[in-house]
């Protein structure tokens, strides 16, 4: 079947509003906390889903109630969780979120049964020319880069956020079509690549992009984002500005990178899959909880007119 396969992180997040992010040695207090399914994979495969696309999510959980929680939240997102693997001694992912009043996070993962995913749980019979494959980085590494070589070696589409940032080895790069990274992350990549750090994101996507030679997407935050081809060639779209309704963006890089990944299953032009990905990853920070506000397509769709479209730059 013809779908976007997702390799990766499924977590509980356990999030706290803060006045302020606390800063070493500090203690500051809340007066309670949420809970939410997360998880950098999971909210990938949930926002893809929601756009629209036929999505299957792979990894691990543990046999505990935070990994019951993950899948029944995959299955009423209509997420295929067959490919999800419950751990029997490790617990599932979890993650501590501050959240403070500017929508700003900090946060800590302990991977748990995360870092037990093999890549084997994606068979060859699932990898063929039409899916798209999209991977993170809190999965081990080398489990990554096995689906990435496999579903390149198909003809599938490969694409790689590097969140949190780690080093890709050059033969991976060979395999990927896209490489989505935010600045950090980008200027993290450009400098284990020993490239010259650009000062202008788009001079840096630019740098990596070549460098890589593939599509090289910088998310910018309330800026928006820029996509550059190895040719130089690229584009940037701005991003919508929510005001008043922004409460948490916890959930904006994971909703931007699953619809982009839509996008691209659905063969959409670079321009338009940046404009809606875009759309969809502002509009998840309108809520508390990685995936409470991401959007369906529809909705993303009503907010076209609001954005302009993709400019060469
Ligand atoms: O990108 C946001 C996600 O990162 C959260 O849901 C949390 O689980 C961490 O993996």
Not at 20 to 25: D, E, K, L
Not at 57 to 86: P, Y
């Amino acid at each position: 079947m013809a779908m976007v396969i997702v390799f990766g992180s499924l977590n509980i997040d356990l999030v706290l509003k803060v006045k302020h992010q606390p800063v070493v040695g500090e203690t500051i207090l809340t007066p309670s906390y949420e809970w939410f399914s997360g998880g950098k994979g999971c909210n990938q495969a949930i926002a893809c889903s929601r756009s629209g696309v036929k999505t299957a999510m792979v990894g691990q959980v543990g046999d505990d109630g935070f990994g019951t929680r993950l899948m029944n939240a995959l299955k009423r997102d209509e997420v295929l969780a067959s490919g999800v693997a419950r751990h029997e001694k490790e617990p599932t992912g979890t993650a501590f979120i501050t959240v403070d009043d500017a929508g700003d996070n900090q946060i800590i993962v302990a991977s748990g049964a995360n870092r037990l995913a093999t890549a084997d749980q994606v068979p060859n019979e699932i990898l063929h020319k039409d899916n798209v494959c999209l991977m993170q980085m809190e999965v081990n590494y080398s489990e990554n880069w096995d689906v990435i070589h496999r579903a390149k070696g198909v003809g599938a589409k490969t694409i790689l956020n590097l969140a949190p940032a780690g080093t890709v080895p050059r033969a991976v790069l060979d395999d990927l079509d896209y490489l989505i990274v935010n600045q950090i992350e980008g200027r993290q990549m450009a400098e284990k690549m020993g490239l010259k750090i650009e000062d202008s994101a788009i001079a840096m996507a630019r740098k990596l992009a070549e460098s890589a030679d593939l599509i090289c997407v910088m998310t910018l935050g309330p800026l928006g984002c820029v996509a550059m081809k190895p040719d130089g060639k690229g584009w940037q779209v701005k991003a919508h500005d929510l005001g008043d309704d922004l409460a948490d963006t916890t959930g904006a890089g994971d909703t931007f990178c699953g619809v982009f990944a839509g996008c691209v299953f659905q063969k959409m032009s670079l321009q338009e899959t940046l404009r809606r990905a875009s759309i969809a990853g502002t509009l998840a920070c309108r809520g508390l909880g990685a995936q409470s506000k991401m959007p369906r397509m529809e909705e993303i769709e009503e907010f076209l007119e609001m954005v302009p479209a993709a400019q060469a730059v």
